[in-house]
């Protein structure tokens, strides 16, 4: 026999396809040819393959060597294809007959030595074949764990190109994945430990609820950073679904914890104000990664000291806010990664930062608006929650930190809330309120009577508000009367919203 195949898994962003590697072996000069769209990686698998199957015991074929990667119109990336094209090698030489293999996805790299080494990418390219019906995979041990999570899947590991073959000859039995590690908690700050600043507290609670978008401003001190790197600790664990996605999303960039669990807890990014366009929301020569955006998918992006942040990265960042996801545009192809993520902004009123306030500050007020007008309009437009903390003072910083709410009280809420959101929009695939579309909430039944929206409206005639803004009013709105147990909003839930999006006191 001249010819075999082995399934495998080629990933594109975070979509996985199964791909048919192909060998043909043929009388001529000995050498190598792989097509199919190879990325660089690809093309050095030949020196790998043929260094791994010498290494292992088995006989280099010396004749022409063909490996085809089907669909051929379909990039390929990566070093996950190097033990499906080594052992599809030796079913063409003749060397192992491929009948045990029939219809299951081999994954893996190769060493010079033989061994397997973990790649990127397991888990989408185990649900992708889980989706395609297939459901025997063979994988790196060190990503045994990981693939396990995918349900409907048997997996089995292997950690060298030698263990492999015995199982294709012999049936040697494989490496069982191992058991699922107990959870260890959730640990984290808690939100007991941020004194005062109430204010600060209801627009937390109110964003996490609804899963709207956040602006905290203030001076130095005054517990935005704290406030923002609390907010996981009040946010819901994962469904599967989501649990699913995120995961995904972090074995393709390579940062799932070891263990290969899924991750539950919502992910929390909080990149350095020197973070490029590429870091925020992806990129990449060849296949672009998923960037902080879409690595807090389904969590919080937290941008502290928002106005140093360069210009075109924090603009990058309005599309993705508006539609829950990034469109990455290559020459070699278009990615595309999911960014449903919550964004919280911290700054300061001004550049010198005085802790003092306004008595001690150096700043003149042009240079304050300079200061605050680096975060465009267009930008803050998209943030539902956009509040000033004041100044904390010594009776609220020398209390007892025990007085204060804990995370697990505020999180009850938040869950409640959303389980209210949830039974409101079921079936529409809407999860919490941030994500139901402005006209939807302005038909019926869901619009909101005009008592009760009177000066909402008011202030889009007057041209103070957006029609953006009026429709980010009326969803936090609709958050607010979860939070308080209500059916729908009254004329103090939209008055609090409108407190909530422009500051304004009471």
């Not at 379909?74 to 491929?98: H, N, Q, R, Y």
């Not at 649990?243 to 990149?271: C, D, K, M, N």
Request: charged content about 25%; proline content about 8%; hydrophobic content about 45%.
């Amino acid at each position: 026999m001249s010819y075999a195949k082995v399934l495998c898994v080629g990933l594109v962003g975070v979509a996985g396809h199964v791909v048919e590697v192909e060998a043909d072996l043929a009388p001529g000069l000995p050498a190598v040819v792989i097509s199919g769209l190879p990325d660089t990686a690809l093309h050095e698998a030949r020196d790998r393959v043929r260094a791994a199957v010498v290494n292992s015991g088995q006989r280099w074929p010396n004749r022409r060597i063909t490996l085809n990667l089907l669909p051929a119109t379909m990039p390929k990336f990566g070093s996950a294809f190097d033990l499906a094209i080594a052992v599809a090698l030796l079913g063409g030489s003749g060397e192992l007959p491929l009948l045990a293999l029939e219809r299951v996805v081999v994954l893996g790299e190769l060493g010079l030595d033989g061994t397997v080494r973990p790649v990127r990418g397991v888990l989408p390219m185990v649900a992708a074949a889980a989706r395609a019906g297939l459901d025997r995979v063979i994988v790196p041990a060190g990503n045994a764990a990981e693939a396990a999570v995918v349900p409907g899947v048997r997996v089995r590991a292997v950690d060298t190109l030698h263990r492999l073959v015995e199982f294709v000859r012999d049936g040697t039995p494989l490496i069982e994945p191992p058991a699922e590690a107990p959870s260890t908690g959730t640990g984290g700050p808690d939100l007991a430990e941020v004194a005062g600043q109430a204010l600060g507290r209801r627009a937390l609670e109110v964003a996490a609820a609804g899963g709207h978008h956040l602006a905290l401003f203030g001076p130095p001190g005054a517990g935005k950073t704290m406030l923002a790197e609390r907010l996981p600790s009040i946010l819901p664990e994962l469904d599967d679904d989501a649990a699913l996605e995120v995961t995904a999303l972090h074995s393709i960039a390579g940062l799932l914890p070891a263990g290969g669990r899924l991750v539950r807890r919502p992910p929390f990014q909080a990149p350095h104000h020197t973070a490029t366009v590429a870091s925020l929301v992806g990129g990449g020569s060849g296949l672009a990664r998923p960037g902080a955006v879409s690595l807090a998918h389904r969590g919080v992006l937290f941008l502290d000291e928002a106005p140093e942040f360069g210009k075109g990265s924090l603009e990058a960042l309005r599309q993705p806010l508006e539609h829950g996801r990034v469109q990455l545009a290559r020459s070699r192809g278009g990615t595309e990664y999911p960014a449903r993520t919550q964004l919280v902004l911290a700054a300061n009123p001004c550049p010198c930062a005085k802790p003092a306030g306004d008595a001690y500050c150096e700043c003149s007020p042009l240079a304050r608006r300079r200061y605050l007008g680096r975060l465009s309009g267009p930008l803050l437009d998209r943030i539902d929650v956009q509040v000033t903390l004041p100044p904390l003072r010594a009776a609220e910083l020398l209390e007892s930190t025990t007085t204060g709410e804990r995370s697990a009280a505020v999180a009850a809420r938040v869950a409640a809330a959303r389980r209210a959101a949830a039974e409101r929009w079921a079936g529409t695939g809407w999860r919490v309120n941030a994500e139901v579309p402005g006209p939807w909430l302005r038909r019926p039944p869901w619009r909101l009577p005009e008592r009760d929206t009177r000066e909402l409206r008011g202030r889009l005639d007057s041209g103070s508000l957006s029609a953006r803004g009026f429709d980010r009013i009326t969803r936090m709105a609709w958050t607010v009367a979860d939070l308080d147990g209500r059916d729908r909003p009254d004329s103090d839930d939209v008055r609090e919203a409108i407190q909530l999006r422009t500051g304004d006191a009471a």
